[in-house]
């Protein structure tokens, strides 16, 4: 087993400066406090062997004096699989954060609630309710963002439970103008979770060998997006295209890792 290195947070504190996320000196402060919101519209094709499917994206974020809510909800689509006339499936989060201490040095800290759940014409996405912290750090123009969040995660199983790990990790971050470049957009997010699950060799078609099946005690998913304002340069700066790629490791019931790449278009509201 290999040894476990003592965390330094100089390091990491030192990368997020260099990156801009953080200013020098370091600052953690409250969200604005104005009402705020935002609304997006995201249309993708992913080009993943095993996907190769629509899927589009509603996302939305609004600040108010009380914390923030966030939400998407995802549904796909494959019209030539099988003369489908529906979509696919559906999956959906919502997350809402607490914080009645803006304005005070304890800010950037919030307490988090969030709800995850899906179906799809095969299987389901179970229940999971999440509770735990958020803490929020920028940049002082508020353009580069991160968020660092942890949770306990209580899954509704089949059978058995709960995951002998019931925790999940999630950073998220946003970048404007990258590079210095206006209009340029780096966003994401990565989380970590615990869940008991089995998985199975799946080729690169997507076909599953049942026989191959081991647990699983950990589930990690990434989805970095990279978008260019090109509606900027023709009078609309509502409209984005870019990129997602999908980095998952014993996502769902295929074992290992996966890159699953797509590109779309984004029009916030």
Avoid at 122 to 146: E, V
Wanted: charged share 15%; proline share 6%; glycine share 12%.
């Amino acid at each position: 087993m290999k040894s476990k290195r003592p965390f330094r947070p100089a390091p990491v504190l030192t990368l997020l400066v260099m990156l801009g996320i953080l200013p020098s000196p370091l600052r953690a402060q409250q969200r604005p406090t104005m009402q705020q919101g935002a609304t997006n519209l995201q249309v993708f094709y992913d080009f993943g062997s095993d996907r190769k499917c629509v899927t589009t994206t509603l996302e939305g974020f609004y600040n108010d004096p009380w914390g923030n809510t966030f939400f998407f909800f995802d549904a796909d689509y494959n019209p030539m699989r099988n003369g489908e006339r529906h979509p696919m499936g559906a999956y959906w989060e919502i997350s809402r954060c607490l914080n009645f201490w803006q304005g005070t040095p304890l800010g950037g800290l919030s307490l988090n609630l969030e709800y995850d759940g899906g179906v799809y014409s095969k299987y389901g996405i179970n229940h999971a309710f999440l509770a735990g912290a958020d803490y929020f750090l920028h940049s002082q123009d508020f353009r580069n963002t991160f968020n660092f969040k942890i949770f306990y995660k209580h899954i509704l199983y089949d059978a058995g439970g709960p995951a002998k790990v019931p925790l999940q990790f999630t950073f998220v971050w946003g970048m404007r103008d990258l590079f210095g470049l206006q209009g340029l957009e780096f966003s994401g997010f990565l989380d970590i979770w615990g869940q008991d699950h089995q998985v199975y060799d799946t080729d690169m078609a997507g076909q599953t060998d049942f026989s191959t099946g081991r647990p699983s005690q950990i589930v990690a998913l990434s989805e970095p997006q990279l978008w260019y304002n090109v509606g900027q340069h023709f009078g609309c700066g509502n409209l984005r295209i870019g990129t997602e790629i999908e980095l998952s490791y014993d996502f769902g019931t295929t074992a290992g890792f996966r890159l699953r790449p797509c590109l779309g278009a984004k029009w916030v509201f």
